[in-house]
């Protein structure tokens, strides 16, 4: 028996943001015989818009909120049997700042095609409309909760943007984005630049860049807003 594929599933930034999902999702969905989830019951909820007839039920679930080994074995065991499996992310792309990614590893790992499809990414979205650097950039996930690593990471982070020219991006957890902005203009040079974006894909979708003397005096309100941050240089 032939091993199974694994087929990384766009899924919205945004609940209204259907414009970027792509029009042949129905059928990438159609070729798996298990579903391994970020979020179980928003994904059903998403495949039902896109595929009224479909019968959720037909179909192997499981989560991966926080992958452990056993997730692995049961995932390789399906692989194994030549079940397709989809592998989705609560928003955006399958193994970006998503841990599904342990799981796209492990079929590499037994030789399984990993099929990857075209997806919003609220990073790659906000990169290509900062106008900032897109050939040499990184992403560093979630900044440092403490206050003094935090504003170490800040300083770093700059440097790396001024001295080499890298586009610095990350990201906070919506509920702490406007001490985080707070942070990056006490820290920075006022004339870096900060690209913010917010809730890219949706009616209200905003990306700016500006100095840091610019946000100093326009700060939006980011509480409980989905929001990326680039540092860089024009």
């Known amino acids: 028996m032939s091993i199974g594929k694994v ?25 798996c015989d298990a579903f391994f989830v970020e979020n179980e019951k928003t994904t059903r909820r998403y495949f039902k ?13 499981h989560p991966i ?25 609560e928003a955006g792309c399958a193994g970006i700042a998503d841990p599904g990614q342990l799981l796209i590893a492990a079929a590499q790992n037994i030789g399984a095609v990993v099929k990857p499809y075209t997806s919003p990414s609220s990073l790659i979205l906000a990169l290509m409309a900062s106008g900032m650097n897109g050939q040499n950039f990184q992403f560093h996930g979630y900044l440092p909760i403490d206050v003094n690593d935090r504003k170490k990471k800040i300083i770093s982070l700059e440097n790396d943007a001024h001295i080499k020219g890298t586009t610095q991006l990350f990201i906070e957890t919506p509920y702490r984005n406007n ?11 006022p004339q870096t630049r900060l ?12 990306i700016k ?8 005096n326009h700060k939006p309100e980011l509480h409980k807003k989905l929001a990326v941050f ?4 024009k």
């Open 195 to 206: 690209c913010i974006g917010v809730d890219i894909t949706s009616p209200d979708e905003f």
């Open 49 to 61: 818009q896109i595929w009224k007839e479909m019968v959720i039920d037909d179909y192997i679930w």
């Open 7 to 31: 087929y990384l599933l766009p899924m919205l930034l945004h609940e209204q943001g259907w414009e970027a999902i792509p029009a042949d999702v129905k059928k990438w969905i159609a070729q």
């Open 179 to 189: 001490q985080l902005l707070e942070a990056l203009i006490q820290t920075c040079h």
């Open 209 to 216: 860049t500006a100095t840091i003397n610019y946000w100093k």
């Open 65 to 89: 909120h926080k992958v452990e080994q056993v997730q692995i074995d049961t995932f390789l065991l399906l692989l194994n049997e030549g079940k397709n499996i989809g592998i989705i992310s």
């Open 230 to 233: 680039l540092i860089g240089t």
